[in-house]
Structure formats: C-alpha cells, structure tokens
C-alpha cells in the first residue's frame, strides 16, 4: 500500500499529459481515437484547471455530439434539430445542448428514451462502425434494464481510468487483492482487470465460497486488501445476491471465530493483515459505516462511483493518505476520463453548473467512445457540489461532489437492496 510520504507522487501532472495538451490546442489531435489508452490513467487529468479540461475535451464533445446525432438519431432527436441550427463553438454552447434521460422527467422537461430502447435495444448501438460489441444492461436491478454498448477499445479506456482510482485508494504494484463483487457485472469485470492493469494480484471470490471460506483465502493468498459489497442492513435478509458475501457477514464470522482475528479484525497485538478495504455502491451507507467505525476504525475504506453506462465518474481517497482532505466516503473527486462529468442546474434555455453548496443533476458524456454515446445524460442521480476546483486540501483540482442519491426515493432505496452495493 502507498504510504503518507509516497501521496505527493500522485500530484505530479505528467509530461505526455501536457504533451497531449499541446496537440489538441494546436489542432493536431481532434479526434477521441488518437487519445492512446493509457492516456487515461495519467493524473494530469486531476490536477489541472476546470478550463484547461473543458478546452481540452470540447474537440471531443463536439466529435460526440456530431456522431450522436447521426449514428443514433432515433435516441438524440432534439439534439439533431439543435446542432442543424446552432453549432457548438464553445462551452456555452455546450452548457445549452438539451439533456437526455432514461425516462420521461415532467418536472424538468426531458424526455425518456428507455421505451424506444425497449421495442428495439439496438437503437442504442450507433451506427456509424462495424466494430464488435459487447452490451451491458444497466437499471437491471430495478426491473428494466437498458443496454451500454462497448467495443474492447472503450473498455481500455475505463480500466485505464479506474486505475486513477486505486492509486487514489493507495494501492501499487504487488498488493494482493481478495475479490468477492459480482464478477459478471459490468463493473465487476472492469475492476478486475483494473487492478491487474495497475500491478495487483487478484484473488476471485467462487459462487460456492461462504465467509469462512473467503476468510481463509484472505489468510492463505495473503491478501492485503479487500473489494467487497457493504448490502446494507435492510437487505442482509435477501441474500440472493453474493451469496450472503458482504462487510456484514465477514466482520461477524470473524468476531465469531477467534482463529480469523488478524485477518479482518485485528489480534491482541493490534495486527491486521487487511490494509484498505473498498466498498461497492453509489454511497456508503450509514449501516456500512457504523460497522468500520465499530470493528475497523484504523483500516481506511474508500469507493468509486461508476456505472454500467460510464466508468469512473468520482472516487473518494484513502482517508490515511489525505488525513487534511474532505474526499473521505460520500465525497468523491470527479474523474473526467474518459468521460465529461458535470453537475448541472437549469437556467433559462440552458443547463449550467451548480455553484458551491447547490444540488443539481448529476450528468455525464461519454466523450472517448466508440459504442453507446451518452450525450449530456442524466441518468437520475442527484448531487451537491461540496469543494470547488483546487479548494480540497488533499492536492487534487477536479470538485469534490457529495450526497450521491436518486432522484427518486423508491430508487434510491431499491438501489441499495438489490443493486450494486448488495452484490
């Protein structure tokens, strides 16, 4: 694990990313293709000004908003209309692009695509390349899922980003990761190979395993750091997700078994072999919490928001690592690669960003992809901005957003039972 002193490497804004400034300022990168893979695990993405990012990225936009237009006009039929009118020559142009949404929203005046995607989910393929897909469905969880289409390349992309993520979290090379998320969602494949990709081991957690058994592979492997769901309480009777695999369950057959105590919980000396633990979900909830405040107060825990449309879109620090920082938990840094995310509140025929202390929506573009072009789209989510650019002492520029939640309370609640954070 990365300690205290080794945190300043991280504030490093690489050569090649300035580089690669250099050539979209002068033209000669234009296109999200020429932007290599690896691009998006470097730091400088983080440490720049607001306005260096958004004039970096409005290339991109505009290319993603020519191609949505075109490649899928049965979804962005408004956004066709506006770009035949009105080009997008600057951010302010940007800031008056409508917004997409998965369903009808009344109260603010946008239209829902998920009934055109569910006659026909192809609709949400663009047309404009050959290139094989793979499509992940997204809303699973609450009944009816819309598909995310991605081609190997844009997966690059996302586990190159996510490893901005684990760096922030402390991990490096030769860490040892004992694994127990979903493999077969979206999010978990990524992960995995984001932490390979960044120089972890990775212990996988097989269906049949019961919390004894992940105990004794955490012993065995000699993992240092666990990657597993907090199910919050009021699920911890549904446990046909992970298979009753979560903080819950591995905290209480530990305190149970005396022979696992420094492993998870710490022995008599005050050794634990677990360094960092990492919670899926949107939001760590209140139960998960009291548990590492109650059993783990000295082990940091940390996540990263994402979802089956964009990975990363924000990630929380290693709260051992930035000790002065306000990035712990529910805070969570934007990470703009390879996606453009804003959190956004309705003025006049525009959608702007929120100022400090406001909630708005939280609202992404897929700006480096080849599949599914998520155009300025908001997916439901709702946020407050917490720490303008540059104002958290931790040392990274990008907002610290906080308060992660649906707009809709029955979501927000059938999220926490049955989605991400449950398995």
């Given at each position: 694990m990365r300690t205290p002193e080794r945190?300043?490497?991280?504030?490093?804004?690489?050569?090649?990313?300035?580089?690669?400034?250099?050539?979209?300022?002068?033209?000669?990168?234009?296109?999200?293709?020429?932007?290599?893979?690896?691009?998006?695990?470097?730091?400088?993405?983080?440490?720049?000004?607001?306005?260096?990012?958004?004039?970096?990225?409005?290339?991109?936009?505009?290319?993603?908003?020519?191609?949505?237009?075109?490649?899928?006009?049965?979804?962005?039929?408004?956004?066709?209309?506006?770009?035949?009118?009105?080009?997008?020559?600057?951010?302010?142009?940007?800031?008056?692009?409508?917004?997409?949404?998965?369903?009808?929203?009344?109260?603010?005046?946008?239209?829902?695509?998920?009934?055109?995607?569910?006659?026909?989910?192809?609709?949400?393929?663009?047309?404009?390349?050959?290139?094989?897909?793979?499509?992940?469905?997204?809303?699973?969880?609450?009944?009816?899922?819309?598909?995310?289409?991605?081609?190997?390349?844009?997966?690059?992309?996302?586990?190159?980003?996510?490893?901005?993520?684990?760096?922030?979290?402390?991990?490096?090379?030769?860490?040892?990761?004992?694994?127990?998320?979903?493999?077969?969602?979206?999010?978990?494949?990524?992960?995995?190979?984001?932490?390979?990709a960044h120089g972890v081991e990775v212990c996988l957690r097989r269906p049949e395993e019961d919390p004894q058994r992940v105990l004794e592979n955490i012993r065995h492997y000699r993992a240092n750091v666990l990657f597993t769901v907090q199910q919050p309480y009021q699920a911890l009777e549904q446990q046909t997700k992970a298979a009753g695999i979560n903080l819950h369950s591995l905290l209480m057959v530990s305190l149970e078994n005396p022979q696992y105590h420094g492993l998870l919980l710490p022995d008599r000396d005050g050794n634990r072999q677990v360094e960092f633990i990492f919670l899926g979900g949107f939001e760590v909830v209140p139960y998960a919490r009291e548990l590492m405040e109650t059993y783990l107060p000295d082990t940091p825990c940390a996540t990263l928001l994402g979802s089956s449309e964009a990975i990363p879109q924000a990630a929380s620090t290693n709260p051992n690592l930035t000790p002065q920082g306000m990035c712990h938990y529910n805070n969570l840094h934007l990470l703009h690669a390879p996606h453009y995310i804003e959190l956004l509140k309705p003025q006049g025929d525009a959608w702007v960003p929120v100022s400090k202390g406001e909630q708005g929506l939280l609202v992404y573009t897929s700006w480096a992809r080849d599949g599914t072009i998520w155009l300025r789209y908001a997916p439901g989510d709702m946020a407050t901005l917490l720490l303008g650019e540059g104002e958290c002492p931790c040392g990274l520029r990008t907002p610290v957003i906080s308060g992660v939640t649906r707009k809709q309370a029955s979501e927000q609640s059938d999220l926490l039972v049955a989605g991400c954070a449950a398995g």
């Open positions: 945190w300043a490497d991280l504030l490093t804004i690489e050569p090649e990313f300035l580089e690669l400034e250099k050539h979209i300022r002068s033209g000669a990168v234009q296109d999200y293709r020429q932007v290599p893979p690896a691009a998006f695990a470097w730091h400088g993405w983080d440490l720049v000004s607001q306005e260096r990012i958004s004039n970096m990225l409005l290339p991109f936009l505009r290319q993603q908003a020519t191609r949505a237009a075109h490649a899928m006009p049965e979804i962005y039929p408004e956004h066709l209309a506006w770009l035949k009118a009105s080009p997008l020559g600057d951010m302010q142009d940007w800031q008056r692009l409508p917004l997409l949404a998965k369903d009808d929203d009344p109260d603010l005046g946008l239209r829902g695509f998920r009934a055109k995607a569910s006659r026909d989910p192809r609709l949400m393929r663009p047309r404009d390349t050959s290139t094989a897909m793979m499509a992940f469905g997204s809303g699973g969880s609450l009944g009816s899922y819309t598909p995310t289409f991605v081609t190997l390349d844009d997966r690059s992309r996302e586990i190159n980003a996510w490893r901005r993520g684990h760096a922030y979290h402390g991990l490096v090379p030769g860490d040892i990761a004992l694994y127990t998320y979903n493999t077969t969602h979206k999010g978990g494949q990524w992960m995995q190979e984001s932490l390979l």
